[in-house]
């Protein structure tokens, strides 16, 4: 995972939150991505959302995977300890680190093929735990890191730079999410900060798993025609799919003002995508209509965005497994050792 | 051998039964008589239906490894009748249900055949199919008793322990013991000549299985968090786990559980949390065999170079794929000293029984934190799940835990950058920080390329100095590592070599090679790297013998490996078929290849010394 230190340059009037602390502190390494990736508007508003929080960037545990995705954790808090695990493996590295320190706030960072392909099973089971972190999916359709390949979120009918077209349905993590019983399902648009803060403010406030699907399009694999999200674009008709020797300089795709709840969006390679935000009416603690709202969402082919569902009242891991409220890490010894004297009576049962 | 305190016999029943707690009783009975046993449970990979055997040995020298012939079977299960007709030594005894008749085909010459009714003697007594077929095992061991010699007393009092709280079970216990105890008596000649007679060699021991121990030794190392995922043979020390916490780890107060146990959904998340409490600096393990350590192999990977203590306990089955898993081996050698890809080395341990387990599931936790890097106890079926008789564990309170380096808040603000991977010392290990602990000390791991700042790089040089500095390390825990435990007799030119559970077998057969005038010195091999003694011993001996549990000569090929010790100088003893060691396979292997290259015989028998390391 690639990174250049920023030079800590503070503007004497910057505003401070309530920690004392500048935006700038929640900043990291210059980020080493594609310009325009999606994945580094989701930086900035994870920088954001940290500071409007008032997070103590040393309480918080950044975990990731394998991925372009997943290495957005080294470029926002950098006194944040760190922790890029191996690919899709993050969700249980960052079970164990939650068991043992429940203190810290854990964000965890993955891309599409992280978790939906390799990192399934993991992230199934951390939403069945319930572990207490913010899950965002920077998902793009495609795999960025490797070069192209689809991701088990790209649409059907995407076409690869050979003209391939993908066939098979694509698994929505939302879906999925709301399927296993997540206390906390959000989807948003990397460029629509807006509504990208507040959502991801709210999932690091939830107690439990809180995962935030954010389409985060790739400016080097869905620059041609035919992708509606995904798949390679190198030089035209003349780059094999696993050299990028070229790759566009491009803007970041941020969200048109408009005040309307259905946005259409147009990504790097022209296609456009239709995000509907939920309306100021939509019931969030309804896992049902939750899931109703988003597949009426697909059938017109819009994607639902923002809170889509919560529960407040889950009960996370700790709770399930009964821990104390002083994190395990912090128990003294003695509290944890049963003595000679224990032992010398155990050993009457073994007689 | 047989005669009395001397003697081994085997009890062939079907699986689900419930003759284990019949079987348990009997081994538990004869050690309260202070006689020293020894029992191998023999099960199949099913819940029900299956043959399954429990051999027990009676040795009044102490001796505990599976015996190599069995003077008495007791044969229950018709489908391994002729089996079971054809293991007992000439001049021993079958027992049998006589409920139905024996098919003549099945008698054997020389040996004595007796039968019982203990399935007609259940269907008079009792009621109901349950109790008829649970209880036709005390049956069988209220025979064994009046057979054997064992004191009824103790019979008695244990089923009185067991039962007290429940009358009704207690009366039909006592019934079920008494039918067989005088049906034996009236029918028989009582006891057999080999037989038992009370004496006081066990008052300082328990009987105990590996995972217990090791179970034990993580409470007592005050590990917090376990992560794992069901597999035989390993299940049960998670289970032991669970149990010991809730019985010290309980807050009285508040009930909250100073523990955290989670069941992942596979040995990838097992790993994986391990590693994330370990981040965290809380003492965590995980417990598995075979097929999960191939599973954790890319985590193990990660954990090593990005310096993260773990405890991995490794009770090894009958490899490889699904294999064998309820027979035993020694066949993880390889895959646990090198785990993962590139160039990896680890941490290993190997407990040669119960005791050591839990001394070393201890120390597992002290190397892991003091060289942050995974560590492996690698036991086996026969020591996890088998019951041996150890020495009472025994806990010095003055003991606390080796957390290794790890700076705290003052110290980081006393320098003037933390560097995570910076070696100071020179002696490999770096200092590391503790999440959550503020100022200077954050950093990131990470599993790709990093420099010793932590900082990501695919420079060359930096990547040399990070790998140069773990095997420096390794290097330096073969320093510390546990030194192999001895027995060294006087004018040995022969040395035998083995670790974990062969260990039983190998003492015994080097004592009854001495008898026939072959000194053996033994060297067993307690930890993974190999310290120097290892290299010497292989010096000072014209011939060794490397005796292992796997096909491929694995500890062998380490020590080449490792130590440049020729191949060839090294004469492999391999036992793999899945049953625990036989002194006698040793014995046979050794005394051949002696007699083959005409080496004289030393007399007499110089007695043993050993190293003080338990052995
Ligand atoms: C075990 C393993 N298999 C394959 C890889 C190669 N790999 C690295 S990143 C990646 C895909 C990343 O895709 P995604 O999570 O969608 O992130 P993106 O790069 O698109 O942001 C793959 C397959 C790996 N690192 N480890
Ligand atoms: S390849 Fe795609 S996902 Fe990766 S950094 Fe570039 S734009 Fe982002």
Known sequence: MTSIAKPPVKHPSSRTNGLGLTIRDYEGAMSTLCAGCGHDSVTAALVQAGWELDLEPHRVGKMSGIGCSSKTTAYFMKQSHGFNSVHGRMPSVTSGAAAANRALTYIGISGDGDSLSIGLGQLSHAIRRNVNMLYVLENNGVYGLTKGQFSASADIGSTSKKGEANEQSPIDPVLLALTLGATFVARSFSGDKKQLVPILKAGLMHKGFAIVDVISPCVSFNDHEGSTKSYAFTREHEVEAVHTDFVPLRREITMPETGEDVHAVTLHDGSTVRLRATASDYDPTNRESAYAHVRACQARHEIATGLLFVDENGRDMHDFMRTPSTPLVELPYEALCPGKGALDKLMERYR | ?615
């Not at chain 2, 995974?374 to 799940?385: N, Q, W």
Request: with cysteine; glycine share 10%; hydrophobic share 40%.
């Open chain 2, 1 to 615: 051998m047989s005669g009395v305190n001397d003697f081994a016999f085997k009890i062939g029943t079907v699986n689900g039964t419930g003759s284990a707690s019949a079987n348990g009783l009997l081994m538990q009975a004869i050690f309260r008589m202070g006689i020293p046993v020894s029992g191998k449970n023999i099960f199949p990979s099913n819940i029900q239906g299956l043959p399954t055997w429990y051999e027990i040995r009676v040795s009044k020298d102490g001796y505990t490894a599976r015996p190599s012939e069995v003077d008495l079977v007791v044969a229950l299960n018709p489908a391994t009748y002729a089996k079971d007709v054809a293991t007992v030594r000439p001049g021993g005894f079958l027992l049998y249900d006589s409920s139905w008749p024996l098919d003549p085909d099945l008698v054997r010459e020389g040996i004595t055949i007796l039968g019982i009714p203990f399935g007609r003697m259940c269907v008079e007594n009792f009621q109901g199919d349950r109790d008829r077929t649970l209880l036709r095992n005390i049956v069988y061991a209220g025979s064994l008793a009046a057979l054997l010699g064992i004191d009824m007393d103790v019979v008695s009092s244990m089923l009185e322990e067991k039962y007290g709280k429940k009358p009704k079970l207690l009366t039909s216990n006592h019934q079920a013991i008494q039918l067989g105890y005088q049906y034996a008596k009236e029918h028989f000649t009582c006891p057999l000549p080999f037989h038992l007679e009370k004496m006081d060699k066990t008052s300082d021991s328990i009987l105990i299985d590996g995972n217990t121990a090791c179970a034990l030794g993580a409470v007592y190392a005050g590990a917090t968090v376990g992560a794992w995922y069901p597999i035989t043979p390993a299940t049960a020390l998670m289970e032991q786990f669970k149990a010991f916490c809730e019985r010290f780890r309980v807050d009285k107060e508040t009930g909250a559980h100073n523990y955290a146990i989670l069941q992942a959904e596979d040995e990838l998340s097992a790993a994986g949390i391990i590693i994330g409490a370990g981040w965290m600096g809380a003492r965590a393990f995980t417990n598995t065999s075979g097929p999960g350590i191939s599973l954790m192999q890319e985590f193990i990977g990660l954990a090593y170079y990005t310096d993260i203590p773990a405890v991995f306990f490794d009770i090894q089955r009958c490899g490889p794929a699904t294999g064998m898993p309820t027979r035993t081996q020694q066949a993880d050698l390889i895959s646990l000293a090198y785990a993962s890809h590139g160039d990896t080395k680890h941490l290993v341990l190997f407990p040669a029984n119960p005791g050591e387990a839990f001394e070393m599931a201890v120390q597992s936790f002290d190397l892991a934190e003091r060289f942050q890097t995974p560590v492996f106890v690698a036991t086996d079926l026969d020591i996890g799940m088998n019951d041996w008789m150890v020495k009472r564990f025994t806990w010095d309170d003055n003991y606390r835990p080796d957390r290794g380096k790890v700076l705290h808040r003052e110290d980081l603000d006393k320098l003037q950058r933390f560097s995570r991977y910076l070696d100071v010392d020179g002696d490999g290990i770096a200092a590391r920080t503790l999440p959550g602990v503020g100022g200077k000390g954050a950093y990131f791991v990470r599993g790709s390329g990093h420099d010793k700042h932590a900082a990501y790089t695919e420079d060359s040089d930096a990547y040399l100095e990070l790998v140069d500095r773990l095997k420096r390390k390794f290097q330096h825990a073969a320093t510390v590592m546990p030194k192999p435990a001895f027995t060294l007799r006087e004018g040995a030119t022969v040395g035998l070599v083995s670790l974990g559970g062969c260990d039983a077998a190998v003492r015994e057969a080097a004592d009854k090679l001495a008898a026939q005038g072959i000194v053996v010195d033994v060297m067993r091999i307690r930890a993974f790297p190999f310290g120097a003694e290892v290299l010497e011993f292989f010096e000072r001996h014209e011939h060794t013998f490397v005796i292992e549990q796997n096909r491929d000569a694995q500890l062998r090929s380490l020590l080449a490996i490792e130590l440049g010790i020729p191949r060839d100088a090294m004469i492999s003893i391999l036992d793999y078929g899945g049953m625990p060691l036989t002194a006698k396979v040793v014995i046979d292997a050794v005394s051949r290849h002696v007699g083959a290259h005409g080496q004289a015989a030393v007399t007499p028998t110089p007695r043993a010394v050993s190293n003080g390391v338990p052995a």
